[in-house]
């Protein structure tokens, strides 16, 4: 009896050596911190991150410290007796940092706003958050969202979750309602009368009732299930993005502060845009139009129309016209006189047989590919960066001019020659399938991607163009080339009897011989040295190479060579073959 009392009195003493936080669920918040508050969001930031051996709470902030809220990067408190949480994420420092698991935050009453996108947050609860206003949590895992106690909620952001349905009949104050790239099928907007900003992009929603949201400023409902769309309740409705849907129509007549249009790939074949004075931005690329009328739209500063089966424009009134994009119509003529604001003029894939661009001083990129204008003049557009005039035929090109320029292509043409000895800002030259018999990089130190394939090049000289890392050259009577790339200096020259190729692009880095016809490839040598046998010769970024390509007259035995030696042998069997029959018909 005695040794269990003692035993009895052992326990006892050796539990009051324990600390009483050791039998808690929780642990006591630092003084002057609301106890509810803070064990909710030091119980999130506790939970394993998505990255390895990392909490969410070191994931936001490496010096994490559980019982240090002054380490909870992001989360903001009032200055209450007992602080309560108003803000969770500020600043973006919850933002894309792996954070997941179950985010708990219900019955903070003081919360204002969470900003947790680009997550790993599986689950949020938001019950009893009363003061919420702004909600973003856009690109996490939820595959369900409650808000019907949030009534303050003015902007909702829960783009690219996993969410299959949203109630926001309780959310009267919403002004933003961003539900794009989930998986609900609908969703009902008609109590949310003060919505400005709505998106259901990206979604399964099939029809969608606007008639009581007069206030929608703007509306992106483009790659969701809609088949048809009535704008007429929403005057006020300033942008609208309908891209890639099957539409066929799409009356906008009544929406007369509309600003931008998106509506690409919608099956169009006409639309009225004459009551859209405002329009600024129009896109209709990928749509059956063969007509648009835009002279009512004297506001349109850019005009994005590629793809559609357009045969004339009148762009005369469009006189703030800064980008226009009208390639792969059925253009046979553009006038753009009118147009002196342009800066981005891309006009490939038509009809064209000339193109006047004298009166656009502004012009920064120019694209006329795939027309048949045998000339461009680009002497007057002082600002060009970029041209691009493929496969016009073209015999000559001057861009003496064109200072400024740092992208030039001009393959598939028929030049044998261009000077661009005034071009020291060109970074990117393509000039693949023409005439070339020798090209002068010397004044254009910044060329860092180079394609002269398919000319008549005998030699290349771009050992001054350190820049470069991208090349191909194939396809030429090279029998020269010195080089400086990816830290290599590198010096080819082919023997008698064969050309050859230096390639760098993607993965591949290589010096190639080929064999004129009747020649077979012999080795690769530097100074008298065999290198390689192949006639592939892998290089290696900072190694120099001097490198001479060895040819012979092609071996009969292994193809080719001289067809006198066949003839002999050939003669032979025929023979043999003749005095076999003599002899069979002897027999018989």
Not at 91 to 97: M, T
Not at 285 to 297: A, E, K, P, R, Y
Not at 461 to 485: K, V
Not at 487 to 493: F, P, V
């Amino acid at each position: 009896m005695k040794r269990r009392l003692t035993l009895i009195i052992a326990i006892i003493f050796f539990c009051t050596l324990i600390p009483f936080t050791a039998f808690a669920a929780d642990i006591a918040p630092a003084d002057g911190y609301n106890d509810h508050d803070y064990d909710k969001i030091r119980n999130f930031l506790n939970l394993p991150s998505s990255a390895a051996g990392v909490t969410n709470g070191q994931a936001v902030n490496p010096a994490y410290n559980p019982d240090d809220p002054t380490t909870w990067t992001g989360v903001t408190w009032n200055a209450d007796p007992e602080k309560r949480v108003t803000e969770i994420g500020t600043v973006a420092s919850w933002r894309e940092k792996g954070l997941a698991g179950s985010l708990d935050l219900s019955g903070m009453t003081a919360l204002t706003s969470l900003d947790c996108d680009l997550n790993a947050i599986t689950e949020l609860n938001l019950t009893g958050n009363t003061a919420l206003t702004h909600l973003f949590v856009d690109y996490n895992a939820l595959t369900a969202l409650d808000i019907s106690t949030n009534t303050a909620l003015s902007s909702l952001y829960c783009y690219d979750n996993s969410l299959t349905s949203i109630d926001v009949s309780s959310n009267l104050q919403l002004l933003q309602i961003m539900v794009g790239g989930n998986d609900i099928s609908t969703i009902d907007v008609s109590n949310n009368l003060l919505l400005e900003n709505f998106a259901i992009s990206n979604t399964l929603i099939s029809t969608i009732d606007l008639s009581a949201n007069t206030a929608l400023y703007t509306f992106s409902c483009g790659e969701s299930a809609l088949t048809s769309l009535d704008l007429s309740a929403n005057t006020a409705l300033a942008y609208l993005d309908c891209r890639n849907l099957d539409l066929g129509t799409l009356d906008v007549t009544l929406n007369t502060a509309l600003i931008t249009l998106v509506a690409y790939d919608c099956g169009f074949t006409s639309i009225d845009l004459s009551q859209n004075i405002l329009l600024e931005s129009l896109y209709l690329s990928d749509d059956d139009i063969t007509s648009l009328d835009v002279s009512s739209n004297t506001a349109l500063n850019l005009l994005g129309i590629r793809n559609c089966h357009i045969t004339s424009l009148d762009l005369s009134n469009n006189t703030l016209l800064t980008y226009l994009y009208c390639s792969h119509n059925n253009l046979s003529a553009l006038d753009v006189s009118n147009n002196t604001l342009l800066t981005d003029l891309y006009c490939a894939s038509n009809s064209l047989t000339s193109l006047d661009v004298s009166m656009l001083p502004l012009l920064l990129e120019f694209d006329c590919d795939d027309n048949a204008i045998p000339v461009v003049d680009v002497s007057a557009n002082l600002l060009l960066a970029e041209l691009e005039c493929d496969g016009n035929g073209l015999t000559s090109l001057d861009v003496s001019n064109n200072t400024a320029l740092l992208w030039l292509s001009c393959d598939n043409n028929q030049l044998s020659a261009i000077d661009l000895s005034a071009n020291p800002l060109l970074v990117y030259f393509d000039a693949n399938d023409n005439q070339f018999t020798s090209l002068d990089f010397s004044a254009n130190p910044a060329l860092a991607q180079l394609f002269v394939y398919n000319n008549e090049l005998t030699s290349l000289d771009i050992s001054a163009n350190n820049l470069i890392y991208r090349l191909r050259s194939f396809g030429n009577p090279l029998t020269q080339i010195d080089a400086d790339i990816n830290g290599s200096a590198i010096s080819l020259t082919a023997g008698s009897g064969g050309t050859l190729d230096l390639n760098c692009y993607g993965e591949s880095f290589y010096a190639k011989a080929v064999p004129d016809s009747g020649m077979s490839f012999v080795d690769w040598t530097s100074g008298g040295t065999q290198v390689g046998t192949a006639a592939q010769h892998d290089l290696s970024d900072n190694t120099d190479y001097t490198l001479t390509a060895n040819f012979a007259v092609q071996n009969p035995e292994t193809g080719g060579g001289n067809a006198v030696l066949w003839i002999l042998p050939i003669a032979l069997l025929i023979a043999a073959a003749g005095v076999i029959l003599l002899r069979r018909r002897h027999t018989f």
